[in-house]
């Protein structure tokens, strides 16, 4: 049995940049940076920092590339896959390995969604045409009380 499976979690590096295949399919392309901590042999904390090319296919990649930027987590399930081309200029064999994100899923947000009480403290106006489009859930003003749950 063999397998070829890469789970990255980190940081991009760059923005993703979103190119069309000529068969009309979108693909991204973007860098993730990973770091690994541990201890030198004099008891040292050392942090070592790895960086991934990370390639992606389809109705994805134009999710990546609309809402992930330079900074954001993300976390990648995919394999690896080394390309080789010959140089045009010098005629050499380059070789690059990167990983095909066959899943993304984007990390926790910093600073960019308002907090819920700054939601709160929005005008009325706004407030009515976020209930009225059915994105806020209306949850009961009530106390719960945790004896009448029934489980």
Sequence with gaps: MNLNKVLLFGNLTRDPELKSL?????????????????????GNQQQQAEFHNIVVFGRQAETTAQYLKKGS???IDGRLQTRNWDDKETGKKMY???VVAERVQFGPRTGGAPSTSERNSAKPEAQDNQSDSGSEIDYPQEEINPDDIPF
Excluded: H
Excluded at 22 to 42: C, E, H, I, W
């Design 96 to 98: 690059r390995t990167e």
């Design 73 to 75: 987590s993300a976390f």
């Design 22 to 42: 000529p068969s009309g399919m979108q693909v991204a392309n973007f860098g993730l940076a990973t770091n690994r901590v541990y201890k030198d042999r004099d």
